[in-house]
C-alpha cells in the first residue's frame, strides 16, 4: 500500500521549459488535489479534482494545468515555468470530496526554477 | 473571506513540559478541523480531527485538542513534549456546507515547533 506517490521528488528547470509533476494514489480516492508551500505561506490549493474528468481550479490556478483520465493519476504541469513557481509541490487525495476522513499527502516535490 | 490563523510561527518548549499550538479559524457553518504535521522534507501526516461529539479529541503520539466553539479554535496540546516533536504543524478546516467550495480545506501558515533537551 503505498498512499500517495509523487515523482521527481527534486527538480531544476530553466525559465521557459516546461515540465509535468506525477501524482499517483493506490486508494481508490476520488478526490485529488494539488498544493504549493512556500515559506510562511501555508499551503496553497493549486487545482484539485473531484473524480475522473472532473477538474477545478484553486487558489493560485495561473501558469498550471490539470487532467484527470484516470481514477489514480492526477498529473500537474507547468507550462512555461517562471521563477515565481519555485516551490515545493504537494499532491493529496482522500476518498470524496466530502468526506470526513483526513487527505494524505505524498512526500512533495522540491522544484527550482532558475 | 474563510481563514485559519495559527498566531505564532515559532514555539519552544522544553522536554517534558505541556505544550500548546494555537490556531483559530473564521469560516462559515460548522467545518471540520484537523491537525497535521511535517517532519523535514516530508509530506504532512494527519494527527487528528474534530468532526462533531466531544470537544477534547485524542490523536496519534500523545497529541490531543480542544475545539472551543464559541472562540472558534482548536488548539493543539500535549502533556509532556518530546525532542521527537520538534516539527511544522499545520491546523486545516474544511467546509461542510455544499457549496461550490465542494469541500475544499483551508491551512493556516504553520507553527514551528521546538521542543529542546
Known amino acids: 500500500n503505498a498512499g500517495v506517490t509523487q515523482t521527481p521528488k527534486f527538480q531544476v528547470l530553466k525559465t521557459g521549459q516546461s515540465m509535468t509533476l506525477q501524482c499517483a494514489q493506490d486508494m481508490n480516492h476520488e478526490y485529488m488535489s494539488w498544493y504549493r508551500q512556500d515559506p510562511g505561506m501555508g499551503l496553497r490549493l493549486i487545482h484539485y479534482?473531484?473524480?475522473?474528468?472532473?477538474?477545478d481550479q484553486g487558489e493560485v490556478p495561473n501558469g498550471y494545468n490539470v487532467s484527470r483520465s484516470t481514477t489514480e493519476d492526477f498529473p500537474l504541469r507547468l507550462l512555461s515555468a517562471a521563477p515565481s513557481q519555485t516551490s515545493v509541490y504537494f499532491c493529496?487525495?482522500?476518498?470524496?470530496?466530502?468526506?470526513?476522513?483526513?487527505?494524505?499527502f505524498g512526500d512533495g516535490t522540491r522544484l527550482s526554477i532558475l | 473571506a474563510q481563514s485559519v490563523a495559527q498566531p505564532e510561527d515559532q514555539v519552544n518548549v522544553a522536554e517534558g513540559n505541556p505544550l500548546t499550538v494555537k490556531c483559530t479559524y473564521s469560516v462559515s457553518g460548522n467545518p471540520y478541523l484537523f491537525w497535521y504535521v511535517q517532519y523535514p522534507n516530508r509530506g504532512l501526516q494527519f494527527l487528528l480531527k474534530y468532526i462533531t461529539g466531544d470537544n477534547l479529541v485524542k490523536g496519534s503520539y500523545g497529541f490531543e485538542a480542544e475545539f472551543n466553539k464559541s472562540q472558534t479554535s482548536f488548539h493543539l496540546k500535549k502533556p509532556s513534549a518530546l525532542v521527537s516533536d520538534s516539527a511544522l504543524y499545520f491546523c486545516?478546516?474544511?467546509?461542510?456546507?455544499?457549496?461550490?467550495?465542494?469541500?475544499?480545506?483551508?491551512f493556516g501558515r504553520g507553527t514551528q515547533l521546538t521542543v529542546w533537551p
Open positions: 479534482s473531484v473524480g475522473a474528468g472532473i477538474t
Open positions: 493529496a487525495s482522500r476518498y470524496r470530496s466530502y468526506s470526513n476522513q483526513p487527505q494524505h
Open positions: 486545516a478546516v474544511r467546509l461542510t456546507d455544499r457549496g461550490s467550495t465542494l469541500g475544499r480545506l483551508y
